[in-house]
């Protein structure tokens, strides 16, 4: 009876353990068994392979010898002769194992610990895979927690089945955690480690408050109103674009509640984090606008090539647009994704009379003109000599004051004057080494050849290596700022589609590729590539 009593101690221990930690009862019967075989080992040989059964249902241990089958046994305690083998299972052949029963035995003091160390290491393992299993698909969810502990200004959250961490960085600043507080926050991240899974969580993320939106807006969480961008100044000031795809529901109002009640409740959540609601529209310049609220926008001026936009407001507008510290114009930019410039109307007046003037004077000095004739140029949006060397003679000629005679002076000046620039920086680009074969591209000019030859860009080949970056530049986007790096031709109106062709036609003449590498379709991607895409949007 005793021998009873104890298997049923032993499955009464794995149920009560696997209801703890809320793993596979199998999955402790494994360990115990491991712990046994390593105390069993310890008895009769570390060499010894022994193998330890626990009987799910009577709980009753069984301890077997595994004896290899060989020719010639060397080592009696871990091999058997096959002839000795035959004699024990007649299709016994070599690489065969004969298992031996071993007795019951007794654990020792230090047999004992040692399974003991082993069950709970295994325990542990099986714990840790469970939360991660459970919870590297809960990222992107808000979840509930009780304050375990706070470390370092590090909260440790108890969510029931698992522990989150919530680091200082990913706190409300000034926002206080004790022991016993209930706390919600946001899945951003479960990670394998050493020390088991760590699930990370966050209070300051923009998804965060998306979440909390959707859990208070039920037009949000049916799919009727969409929240299109996100930008937070986390326990200051927020700004969350919203757009309706239902015209006979207003975003705002739907998102702000009666009498404001479900943006209290995200309020309330985040510590009094002050939140703009605004209209999202598929217009940059209108959504900028409304973006820059509580602030009266006057004027816009877009240049959609480099994301950036140029903002006028009234003199008495300009800190409201700006906001402290920046805070308006910086959450203004993350929400829309383009770099604002703000500006006052004086500013703004200053800086178009400056251009004038300089337009003015380039002209007075291009066409040996007097300074009334370069004004009336300049003010009728003539911004370079270029463009009055090959507009049509009409253009010029209907100008007020001006005939056709005029006109074609005027022109004949013009060109004289890109020949002769032309001419000097030919010279030049001839001085850097600069090969002639560059001309060949579609619109190189002697300008842009100087500037190549001055970054030691001498060849076809050494053209043909360059990317689109190189040549116009590219921007970078870090922390809602935006840093723009200037490329070859930045100063030179050239488009990135322009750079592109011309760097094609470079490879084309280089022998890189020929036209019918061009006029070849581009192959299709396979469908596991299409599934993976698919599934990394998701």
Known sequence: MAVS??????????????????????????????AIQKA????????????????SKTGEIRLQRLLEVVDHAEDYSTQIPLALARD???????????????????????AAQSAKQVIVQKVREAERDRQFDEFKDRVGEIVNGTVKRVEYGNVIVDLGRGEGIIRRDEMIPRENMRYGDRVRAYVYDVRREQRGPQIFLSRTHPQFMVKLFTMEVPEIYDGIIQIKSVARDPGSRAKIAVISNDSSIDPVGACVGMRGSRVQAVVGELQGEKIDIIPWSADPASFIVNALQPAEVSKVVLDEDAERIEVVVPDEQLSLAIGRRGQNVRLASQLTGWDIDIMTEQEESERRQKEFNERTALFMEALDVDEMIGQVLASEGFAQVEELAYVDLDEISSIEGFDEDTATEIQTRARDYLERIEAENDAKRKELGVSDELRQINGMTAQMMVALGEDGIKTIEDFAGCAADDLVGWTERKDGETKKFEGLFSKFDVSRTEAENMIVQARLLAGWITEEDLAQPESEPEPETEEADAAEQE
């Open 40 to 55: 069993a080992r310890s008895r009769y040989g570390s060499e010894t392979n022994i193998r330890a059964d626990i009987n």
């Open 88 to 110: 024990r299972n007649p299709d016994a052949k070599i690489g065969d194992f004969i298992a031996d029963p071993l007795p019951p035995m007794d654990f020792g003091r230090i």
């Open 5 to 34: 009593a104890n298997r049923l101690e032993l499955l009464q221990i794995a149920d009560a353990v696997a209801r703890e930690k809320v793993i596979d009862r199998e999955i402790v019967l494994a360990a115990m068994a491991d």
